[in-house]
């Protein structure tokens, strides 16, 4: 039976849709307490989605969903194998729009983000250095209270930095939901994974 690592939270239903679309299971769940669901014969493990490449990189998971940011920021040793296509979102540094100017002629800035790897590596190939501030949510607080200059984030809508009176500086990345596979599973489970993988695809 193949494990596979789903992400909790704004992916979530978006990824049983699409794996329902694709008759990879027949009927969805509902992401609730319960953290180990099995259907269709898989199992399914329902994590964080910064922590689905740990699970799969480490063996506990055969398969994982997860959006191309947190591979960006986690740079785990795993195959990527397909780009779903869904949750696209895209990585941007915002700011408050009078810091713009400030922004485009900064040789130091404070970021907040809770993506500090590639906030420091975008940062270093623009020649800027960059004081990171890891935040683990409401991020869009830190230029309002001058915590930092601007943030990392990612966007969907782009809602919530328009009701902060923040605005789009910059695109680091798009992002959508990539399957991605453990190293030992792409061997020792090959049939079951190529079988799953010609159904996606």
């Given amino acids: ?113 809770k993506y500090p790897k590639v906030a420091k590596e975008f940062f270093l190939e623009k020649g800027v250095k960059s004081k990171v501030i890891y935040l683990n949510g409401s991020v869009e607080l830190a230029p309002l209270l001058n915590l930092a200059d601007v943030i990392v984030d990612l966007v969907q809508t782009g809602r919530t930095l328009r009701e902060n009176h923040l605005t789009i500086f910059e695109e680091i990345s798009s992002s959508t939901a990539r399957i991605i596979c453990n190293r030992a599973s792409y061997r020792n489970k090959k049939e079951e994974i190529f079988h799953l993988l010609s159904k996606v695809q």
């Avoid at 259907?39 to 055969?62: H, R, S, T």
């Avoid at 785990?76 to 485009?104: H, M, Q």
Wanted: net charge negative.
């Fill in 1 to 113: 039976m193949l494990r596979i690592a789903l992400p909790k939270g704004r992916l979530f239903e978006e990824t049983l849709e699409f794996l329902k679309s694709r008759g990879i299971i027949q009927e969805t769940f509902e992401e609730g307490r319960k953290l180990q669901v099995q259907v269709d014969g898989y199992e399914f493990l329902l994590v964080k989605p910064f922590d689905v490449p740990v699970y799969v990189e480490n063996g506990v998971a055969d398969l994982g969903v997860v959006g191309y940011d947190v591979l960006l920021e986690r740079e785990p040793d795993v195959y990527e194998l397909f780009d779903t296509g869904i949750g696209f979102c895209r990585l941007v540094v915002a700011g408050k729009e009078e810091k713009l100017e400030y922004y485009s002629s900064a040789s130091c800035l404070r970021v907040a983000t």
